[in-house]
Each structure stands twice: as C-alpha cells, then as structure tokens.
C-alpha cells in the first residue's frame, strides 16, 4: 500500500503533474499480486501479467521470431502501456498540458470493482476512450459543506454531472490545506479518500479519515469527467475549536 508505506518515484504522482502511478493487472482483470497499490497515490491500472515483448538477448537471432520475444510480468511493462497511451494522447492533443494528459489518463478508465478502492481512477486505462473529444465539463459544486454534527467530520454536497447537469462524472478529487487553496499550493494540500460521483442531482457525502488538530482549513472538491475536464467546488472553510 503505497499509502501507507511509500514508494519512490512512484509517490512523487501525488505531487507532479508529470508523474502517473500504474498498478498492474492480470487477464482476469484483478490486480497483480505483486504489484502496487493506494487509493490515494496510485493513479490507475493497465495489463501487467504476461506481456509479450522483444529481446534481444539472442542477437543472432532477428527480432520478431518466437525466439526473439518473451513474456514478461511487472508493473514496468503496465507503466510503459500508460507511457504509449500518453504518447497517442499528445499525438491527437499536441496542446495538452501534462496535468490534463494525467486527467485524460485517469478519466477515461475502465471501471474494475477490484481497483475501486485500491486506485485514484478505480479503473484499468482504455486507449479509446482517452481520445475521445468532449469539451463540456461538469457543472461546478457550489453547495459544499459541512454535516452538521457528523463525527468524524463529515462532508457533503450535491452531484453534478458528466456534461454540465447531464450524466454521471467520473471521479473527485478533495483536498485540505491550513491555508486558502490555490493553483500554486494545491499539491500540498492533504488528500480525502472519497467516493466515486453519483448520477446528477444525488447527495454526496465522504468523512474525513483524519484527526483534526484545532486550527482553520479549507477544503476544496474538484470533479472530473471521462477526459479530465474539470470544475471545482466552492472552498469551505472549516474551524476546528482547541
């Protein structure tokens, strides 16, 4: 659990804009037991069991003979199905930044029931559905807020959709930070391991795991839709007494 017990460079995605952290998959869809995992700090999974490669451990011998390949196992080879995938993405997308290419990646997985709780995205990448051009984002949050009385602390708001108020979104992203939240301090702020979005219109709501000590933050909720496009919610900010 890369949450728990982190591990480098791979944690650096919960930093970098230009960091993704890929588990690894088998064929029947569930994640490698060797591999990586964390709901927080690991982005998503692609296939990483059995994928057939070139070597050139035999130069005598010409690439693409049966001699010449192997298969292979580990979140490497995953990693570098993600790096292939990127590169299509900035091939269709010469102008993408790379935070949205990691947005593109996230949103447009394949949901896995096995990943759901083990993975930002909850999912397996798709190289189709990372191509596909949607330029409406979700319709912003503006009822962020507290449960009252709720303990631990608890936050809520109202669902908004994959096209404006239309569908269902993909994933969210909430953060904490002693401080107002902005573009140059975000990836600072503290991450809330929350639920996956609703259909438009639905309540929300996800506790925070972590004690509080008494002091002002602010939380901040950005929702994503199946490319990346984002809106964020309004920020709250919250007073916990000494």
Known sequence: NNDESPFYPSNLSLTLDNVVAVAATDRLNQLAGFSNFGPDSVDLGAPGVGILSLTSRDPSVPLGYASGLFSGNGTSPAAAIVSGIAALIYSEFPQITPLEVKRRLRGSVDRLPVLLPLTVSG????????????????????????????????LTWTATGDDGQEGQAMFYEIRYLTEPITSSNIRFAQPVNGSFPQPAGATETVAVPAKLSPGTYYFLLHVFDNVG???????LEVVIPG
């Open 123 to 154: 999912g397996r990448v798709n190289a189709f559905r990372a191509l596909e051009r949607d330029e409406v984002p979700p319709a912003p949050i503006t009822d962020l807020r507290l449960v009252d009385g709720a303990s631990p602390l608890t």
């Open 229 to 235: 496009n984002m809106t964020e919610s309004n920020q």
